[in-house]
């Protein structure tokens, strides 16, 4: 399977949205009602921090896994 950087790029700005928009609205203490539970500001958080991990695995298959000057997707 070949990793691309933009897919590790696409997952870094998805956990750096997610870990931004929880902390305000951890900060706020707003709490959105869905799906009959509410959703805080400490679950966007745990989002943005498994995102994170999981582009960070990412990276060091890509890392491990490439051959040569591939590591720059040239």
């Known amino acids: 399977m070949k990793i ?3 897919y590790i790029v696409i997952i870094a700005a998805l956990a750096v949205i ?3 928009i ?6 706020l203490h707003w709490e959105f ?3 009959g539970f509410g959703i805080g500001g400490s679950q966007i958080l745990t989002v943005g921090t498994a ?5 960070a695995v990412l990276l060091i298959i890509k890392a ?3 051959k040569g000057s591939d590591i720059l997707n040239r």
């Open 18 to 20: 997610a870990n931004t």
């Open 33 to 35: 009602p869905i799906a």
């Open 51 to 55: 995102f994170w991990i999981i582009g």
């Open 64 to 66: 491990i896994t490439s």
């Open 22 to 27: 929880g902390a305000l609205v951890k900060i």
């Open 4 to 6: 691309k950087y933009k």
